[in-house]
């Protein structure tokens, strides 16, 4: 798995949307940090669907569909590209903790040292770079992206991931 999956400019998303269905309600940071991804994903990304003759950029509408994260990758144009369709079980784990560590996060924000801080936010940093690996493997042979990629869509997989 290279960090850099594909030279072509092309290779890449322009769009990304949650389902509307799937989405859980959350905290202001939540939708905060939720909002942040979705346009740094777009703003800055390296993401190509295996075997895909054609080129991108590509839409990615992301839902849950009975216990499954669903990853709909479109073209611009509209014209469907691929659907994957991932277990949720394997991210269960890092998602938990990671939202456990979150609300530590955004509580010691009020009242706790900055060394205090700090040491909660590289925790909170460590699983959500474990959940953005455990994103790449899963997707090995469906999707080519960089690492900074997964790090953004598993931020938007958490958020749906809440509800779920």
Known sequence: MSDTPDARPSARLSAVTLDDASIGHS??????????????????????PCG??????????????????????KRESGEQVVQHHLSLTPFRKVVKDYFLVCESYYNAIRSASPSQI????????????????????????????????????????CALHWKG
Not at 27 to 48: C, G, K, Q, V
Not at 130 to 153: C, N, P, Q, Y
């Open 27 to 48: 905290s202001a940071d939540i939708e905060h940090e939720r909002a942040t991804a979705i346009w740094d994903l777009i703003e800055d990304n390296s993401f190509a």
């Open 52 to 73: 895909d003759p054609g080129q991108g950029p590509y839409a990615l509408h992301i839902s849950l569909m009975e216990s499954r994260l669903v990853l709909d990758i």
């Open 118 to 157: 700090e040491a909660i936010d590289m925790g909170r940093r460590g699983l959500h770079n474990e959940g953005s690996t455990l994103l790449r493997e899963r997707l090995v042979g469906k999707v080519e992206l960089d690492f900074d990629t997964a790090r953004r869509l598993f931020t938007l997989i």
